[in-house]
């Protein structure tokens, strides 16, 4: 039985994350502010852009990987 990556997602699971953690950022927006708050939004918000680089990468690697088949 093969091993997965716990931090490998398949390409359908990376909009299941992205909604998720879109979420959690309107719930932290909820919160009055205060440095607790405003910590986690910087880390969600660069989270969320290093997962959108990743998507754009996968997209543009995908068509190269199928010519290779």
């Given at each position: 039985?093969?091993?997965?990556?716990?931090?490998?997602?398949?390409?359908?699971e990376?909009?299941?994350?992205?909604e998720?953690?879109?979420?959690?950022?309107?719930?932290?927006?909820?919160?009055?502010?205060?440095?607790?708050?405003?910590?986690?939004?910087?880390?969600?918000?660069?989270?969320?852009?290093?997962?959108?680089?990743?998507?754009?990468?996968?997209?543009?690697?995908?068509?190269?990987?199928?010519?290779?088949?």
């Open positions: 039985m093969e091993k997965r990556n716990l931090f490998a997602l398949e390409t359908n990376v909009t299941i994350v992205a998720a953690i879109e979420a959690r950022v309107s719930l932290l927006q909820a919160l009055p502010p205060g440095e607790w708050r405003d910590s986690r939004l910087i880390f969600l918000n660069s989270f969320m852009k290093k997962l959108d680089q990743l998507m754009e990468q996968a997209q543009l690697e995908q068509p190269v990987r199928l010519g290779m088949d």
